[in-house]
């Protein structure tokens, strides 16, 4: 495990980009190689699952995943800078794009079409709040064809999704949380929040979630209409300081979960408190769930790390539907 996540370290750190996590793996690595914490989150359920799977593995550090209906997984790579196709679990990833700066958040529209954040560097994400010149990519799902779908953000991290076609960006070495509205117009600072990450839309469109990931990680609920006033929702215990919570998804009850880097634990919100899904999944980066009837499936949980790996998390799926 030591000489593993040595060597991942040193390839992280001589890559070609550097995102301030880079930086801050190396608390993640320490948190890999001793036992969770006394005071880690609880469990969420007592009743253990199976456990986690590998479904697939990308040569790089992966930094966001996402399903579209067809239930094909889309990745950002983050030293690459390249987005990946996997057609389904097994199957090996195709490089849709060559290096095109895709090295944040990924989501899929409506209409199949893939937005990839860009400027997740160190140097653009530190420099985002105060020169947002980051751009939204179109990317084509079938041909890799790339477009700017909108410019002028901060070093994009996470992006989220609204069911109008807003879309909700974070940059991580800074607070401004941007949006771009269907028609295009671009806010690099419609909201802040300290060292924003992981970012989801409430199922009515109401609240933005975002994680901070430093200093004091917590969950914020952002209401759209009311968007000067962030509200911290829940607070990480202090042991878990630098759990490092990156990646944000929303399962099908409307619950935040959040994939951690040192802490190893996959968080679920629950009854305003934190609680973990799985634990040991150190230096995750992203969860979302499945779509579709087959490949990555509805109701199953994926997760993806920087070691480029993914992994199906039966602990984290979904009832079939019509069952509570």
């Given amino acids: 495990m030591k000489r593993k996540l040595s060597r991942l370290l040193h390839a992280a750190l001589r890559g070609p980009r550097r995102k301030i996590a880079s930086a801050l793996v190396l608390a993640a690595a320490s948190g890999a190689l001793v036992p969770a914490p006394a005071h880690?989150?609880?469990?969420?359920?007592?009743?253990?699952?199976?456990?986690?799977?590998?479904?697939?593995?990308?040569?790089?550090?992966?930094?966001?995943?996402a399903v579209d209906r067809r239930g094909r997984m889309f990745v950002t790579a983050y030293f690459s800078g390249r987005v990946y196709r996997i057609d389904a679990p097994g199957s090996a990833p195709v490089a849709l794009t060559g290096e095109v700066g895709a090295n944040g958040g990924i989501v899929v529209r409506d209409d199949g079409q893939l937005l990839v954040g860009t400027g997740n560097d160190l140097?653009?994400?530190?420099?985002?709040?105060?020169?947002?010149?980051?751009?939204l990519l179109?990317?084509?799902?079938?041909?890799?064809?790339?477009?700017?779908?909108a410019s002028g953000l901060g070093g994009i991290d996470g992006v989220a999704l609204?069911?109008?076609?807003?879309?909700?960006?974070?940059?991580?070495?800074?607070?401004?949380?941007?949006?771009v509205t269907p028609n295009g117009q671009v806010e690099p600072a419609w909201a802040?929040?300290?060292?924003?990450?992981?970012?989801?839309?409430?199922?009515?469109?109401?609240?933005?979630?975002?994680?901070?990931?430093?200093?004091?990680?917590?969950?914020?609920?952002?209401?759209?209409?009311?968007?000067?006033?962030?509200?911290?929702?829940?607070?990480?215990?202090?042991?878990?300081?630098?759990?490092?919570?990156?990646?944000?998804?929303?399962?099908?009850?409307?619950?935040?979960?959040?994939?951690?880097h040192a802490a190893g634990q996959i968080w679920r919100a629950e009854g305003g408190k934190l609680c973990a899904v799985e634990s040991g999944m150190y230096l995750s980066t992203q969860v979302t769930y499945g779509r579709g009837e087959r490949g990555f499936s509805a109701g199953k949980l994926y997760r993806s790390g920087v070691d480029g790996r993914i992994y199906e998390v039966p602990a984290g799926a979904e009832p079939p539907a019509g069952q509570s």
């Fill in 123 to 135: 140097a653009h994400s530190l420099g985002g709040d105060a020169f947002p010149v980051s751009k």
């Fill in 40 to 65: 880690a989150a609880p469990a969420c359920d007592a009743t253990r699952s199976a456990p986690p799977v590998e479904v697939a593995h990308v040569p790089d550090w992966v930094e966001s995943i």
């Fill in 192 to 260: 802040q929040v300290r060292q924003p990450n992981g970012i989801a839309v409430s199922p009515d469109g109401t609240q933005v979630y975002v994680i901070q990931t430093t200093v004091a990680p917590g969950l914020y609920r952002i209401p759209v209409g009311d968007p000067a006033h962030p509200r911290r929702w829940i607070s990480a215990a202090l042991t878990d300081a630098l759990a490092l919570p990156d990646g944000l998804t929303l399962d099908s009850r409307g619950r935040p979960l959040i994939a951690t």
């Fill in 162 to 179: 609204a069911g109008d076609g807003t879309v909700y960006t974070t940059t991580l070495g800074g607070r401004n949380i941007g949006r």
């Fill in 138 to 149: 179109l990317v084509d799902p079938e041909s890799g064809k790339v477009t700017t779908y």
